[in-house]
């Protein structure tokens, strides 16, 4: 069993959606929760980072953490075609080591 | 420049060939990290430095051997490489490793191994 599941997708919408994008994680020992967004031939960037558990907002984006269910996701309110890229996850416990999702890819169709 | 950027953005090598990825952070982070992407993969940690000093290889096979000059420049000399070795390769920079949740990323160097 892999330690952090992601859907690859494809994930496909129409603009304007509410996107939810997730992760499941099996060890309970992780403390620090991340999102990445990775356009085409580009390096991941931070979207979102959460400690522990409960929501963070940032303007159309929220990311949620549900410590008990091993969940975790990011809603994107009112998608653009801009937010067409691959959306990674990533955590940690306290080292430096992240581990990371293989990646949703998520298009927005215009 | 500005953010992290890494020369080449594409590389073709054989596997005889001997080459280097090269990485410059400009936001005066200390702490800096080679990761490898493959397709439908999680990326991968290959190495992590803070300060100069390694602090983390991942059982990385020896064909591929790291360089920290200083807080600001990371190297990754190839050598032997084999096709499975064919990947996105990443270059990040964070201000410390403490700071892990905060890494910036490169765009990458595509490598194709024939």
């Known amino acids: 069993q892999k330690e952090v599941e992601q859907d690859p997708g494809p994930l496909s919408v129409p603009e304007g959606a509410i996107v939810s994008l997730n992760c499941t994680y099996s060890n309970s020992a992780f403390q620090y929760f991340m999102w990445y967004r990775q356009y085409s031939r580009k390096g991941p960037e931070l979207l979102m980072y959460t400690y522990s558990s409960g929501n963070k907002e940032d303007g159309r984006f929220t990311a949620q953490v549900d410590k008990s269910s091993k969940y975790i996701s990011l809603f994107i309110r009112d998608s653009q075609p801009s937010d067409s890229a691959t959306y990674l996850c990533?955590?940690?416990?306290?080292?430096?080591?992240?581990?990371w999702g293989a990646g949703t890819k998520l298009i927005i169709k215009p | 420049e500005t953010g992290v950027t890494q020369t080449p953005r594409h590389l073709v090598m054989g596997m005889t060939n001997k080459k280097s990825l090269k990485c410059e952070q400009h936001l005066g982070h200390n702490a800096m990290y080679w990761y490898k992407q493959s397709a439908k993969k999680p990326l991968e940690l290959m190495f992590v430095y803070s300060l100069e000093e390694r602090v983390e290889n991942n059982s990385v096979p020896s064909r591929f051997s790291p360089e920290c000059p200083n807080s600001s420049h990371l190297f990754l000399h190839l050598h032997t490489l084999q096709p499975e070795d064919s990947a996105l390769y990443l270059c990040?920079?964070?201000?410390?490793?403490?700071?892990?949740?905060?890494?910036?990323f490169g765009p990458g160097t595509r490598l194709t191994v024939l």
């Open positions: 990040a920079s964070s201000p410390a490793v403490s700071k892990h949740n905060e890494q910036f």
């Open positions: 990533a955590m940690s416990v306290s080292n430096y080591q992240l581990i």
